[in-house]
């Protein structure tokens, strides 16, 4: 029972992060923000994720890292914000 309990904490955490990645993708997408602010909340969610699964850095590289750039520039080009 215990381990049925830890698989359907994992899938809970899965969907939430899946939910997360989703909704930021989309604020990044339609909601006007600058370029440092959407660069922010990719961090919040990545800090976020890291939280819920510890030690998955190079997942989060793998997986979620490149698909937040990619909108990203797609939406205000190559390159990182400025430091105002």
Not at 32 to 58: C, D, Y
């Amino acid at each position: 029972m215990e381990k049925n309990g830890s698989v359907e904490d994992e899938n809970r955490k899965i969907r939430r992060l899946k939910m997360m990645v989703n909704l930021g993708l989309a604020v990044l997408r339609q909601e006007r923000l600058s370029r440092k602010k959407a660069e922010e909340m990719v961090e919040s969610i990545r800090r976020s994720a890291l939280r819920m699964f510890p030690g998955k850095e190079t997942t989060w590289e793998i997986v979620y890292a490149p698909r937040f750039r990619r909108t990203i520039e797609d939406r205000w080009g190559k390159g990182k914000a400025r430091e105002s």
